[in-house]
């Protein structure tokens, strides 16, 4: 199905930024610049400097962020990690693979994990919380840094939907231990392919995830600090993804004048609940609306040509091959039973914005197809 409005349009994006994608592409293809060169090391100090941390390390996924953030602080068998019961399965996913236990708790109505539950699910055997800032809001981090300073736990943020937004003017992804970071080319910062990062003002985790990413060895010394990982975040991403994060802060601006037109538009809609959260910032990564009628809108909206994405039918802790408890989240359970993800990205023109909200008031006033 081609879709009039779509979800995100990665050629229109393209094209909107070709001359400096292409520019770029002829660079590193001239000089051969392919693995670990000064196109990595300055977006990495770019990103750095964007998210407000002295080091930033380039890996080749959000998924090895998260991993290789856990093994770097020093999380393994026998550790339980607080994670977030409403979150894409990577974050959860990264802390079984380094042989620790997920425990997992409930979110609130923001979307982001619920600070008095993580405080309920301390036991002696808890080493790290992983709260996830989820859509382009984040999760309650003075109140986390507070727990795990009281508790001794390591902090391991899942930031891959939220870069760009801060609380109290401090950046997601420089309060924790490490900031985690994805690149996939869906996120607000997508390149092209896969991609990721991690954050960190601690001078021995970015150490550590440097050597790590590159099967453990130092490249200075050639020695081996560990098994490690063939992780990097290729040059080319790196160089394309420094084009695009000169971008960014335009594009988040757009991407909040979209959520101010669509809040505008479904003011007088209270069938619609709308991811507006009083007093914090928020990058939309996401357009997150709830509805009673969650299906029947989706269809609604797709036969009419909007490209709507549901995140997600299935909360990952009811898939049973993960092995997780499948019960205790009534706040997740009806996320996911109500959500729906209207058209969010740079690409849309204001006419794509109003099309979609005369679409969803079609569908309010019974015009069904
Ligand atoms: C995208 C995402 C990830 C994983 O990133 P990949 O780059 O796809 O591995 C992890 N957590 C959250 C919340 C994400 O949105």
Redesign the pocket.
């Known amino acids: 199905m081609s879709f009039r409005v779509r979800f995100v349009d990665p050629r229109k994006n393209y094209r909107m930024i070709k001359d400096e994608i292409d520019a770029v592409y002829f660079q590193v293809m001239e000089n051969g610049d392919l693995i670990n060169r000064h196109q990595l090391r300055h977006f990495e100090e770019h990103l750095a400097g964007f998210v407000g941390t002295k080091f930033a390390v380039g890996v080749n ?4 962020a ?1 991993h290789i953030s856990l093994r770097a602080v020093g999380i393994g068998p026998g550790d339980e990690v607080i994670v977030p019961s409403h ?2 399965v ?2 959860c996913s990264a802390i079984v693979n380094v042989g620790a236990t997920p425990v997992l708790v409930d979110v609130k109505d923001d979307f982001n994990v619920d600070v008095g539950l993580i405080e309920q699910a301390i036991t002696p055997r808890t080493r790290g919380i992983m709260p ?1 800032h ?1 859509n382009g809001c984040m999760a309650d981090m003075p109140a986390i840094m507070a727990l795990a300073r009281a508790h001794g736990l390591k902090v391991v943020e ?1 930031a ?2 939220s870069l760009g937004a801060h609380t109290d003017g401090r950046k997601a992804g420089s309060w924790g231990q490490t900031g ?1 970071w ?3 080319p869906f ?1 607000m910062l997508g390149g092209y392919g ?3 990062a991690i954050t960190t003002n601690d001078e021995d985790i970015a150490r550590f995830a440097v050597n790590m990413r590159y099967n453990g060895e130092d490249r200075e010394t050639g020695i081996y600090h560990g098994h490690g990982f063939t992780a990097l975040l290729d040059n080319i991403q790196a160089a394309w993804l420094d084009v695009k994060l000169r971008h960014l802060p335009a594009w988040i601006g757009r991407r909040r004048a979209i959520a101010g037109m669509y809040r505008e538009g479904f003011r007088n809609l209270p069938q619609l609940t709308l991811p507006h959260y009083e007093g914090k910032d928020h990058v939309y990564q996401n357009y997150v609306v709830m509805c009673e009628e969650r299906d029947a809108l989706v269809k609604h909206l797709r036969d009419g040509g909007i490209e709507v994405l549901v995140h997600w039918r299935i909360p990952y802790y009811r898939h049973e091959a993960l092995g997780l408890r499948a019960e205790g989240f009534p706040v997740t359970e009806r996320i996911c039973s109500t959500v729906l993800s209207l058209p969010m990205n740079v690409e849309i023109d204001d006419d794509q914005v109003q099309e979609v909200i005369a679409a969803v008031h079609s569908f309010f006033r019974g015009n069904r197809r």
């Not at 996924?61 to 090895?64: A, L, T, V």
Request: charged share 20%; net charge negative.
């Open positions: 996924s959000g998924y090895d998260l979150t894409f990577a974050s996830v989820l899942d891959c939907q985690c994805s690149f996939y996120k896969d991609g990721g």
